[in-house]
């Protein structure tokens, strides 16, 4: 009977250490990134056509990002030494995107990403926008809004990217 007594008590006061553990755990371990304040939003459908092959891929979805300024440029591919192939004139929540995808760092001031979104310029040529253009998040993190290529994933043969994810 004082065994079994004890052993309430000791099974008491060993949950109690756990929980405590665990709530010390849960305040030192700092979260892996900070969330997108401001994704990008408001799904549409666009035909976009292959400026290669002329294929055209129906009814893609797309959502407009949010970007810090105007005259953003667009680049030929996702790396800041790639060349210019056009521009977004307009700021805020004018612009739309069809992709992210990890490429090289970009830096802008003191905003750093390695974060591209996929898009057509304002004179119809397609290319990348370093993410330090959008509104919200932190450095090197994606757009909580702005998903990757993930249709188009594949093991073994796989088919060729759409355009807007090359």
Not at 7 to 35: E, N, Q
Not at 57 to 74: A, D, I, R, Y
Not at 89 to 107: C, L, P, Y
Request: charged share 15%; with cysteine.
């Amino acid at each position: 009977m004082i065994v079994q007594g004890y052993m309430i008590y000791f099974k008491r006061g060993l949950a109690t250490v756990v929980l405590a553990l665990a709530g010390l755990g849960a305040i030192a371990v700092p979260t892996s990134y900070a969330t997108d304040n401001v994704p990008c939003h408001s799904p549409a459908k666009r035909d976009l056509t292959d400026p290669d092959t002329g294929r055209v891929w129906p009814g893609t979805e797309v959502k407009f990002c949010n970007l810090t300024q105007g005259h953003v440029p667009v680049y030929a591919s996702r790396s800041a030494s790639a060349p210019v192939v056009g521009y977004l004139e307009q700021g805020g929540a004018a612009n739309w995107f069809v992709t992210e995808m990890k490429g090289g760092d970009f830096r802008l001031g003191s905003a750093a990403n390695n974060w591209w979104g996929s898009t057509k310029a304002d004179n119809g040529r397609w290319g990348w926008v370093p993410e330090v253009y959008f509104v919200g998040g932190d450095n090197y993190e994606d757009d909580a809004g702005l998903l990757m290529p993930g249709n188009y994933t594949c093991a073994n043969t796989c088919p060729r990217l759409p355009f807007w994810a090359r």
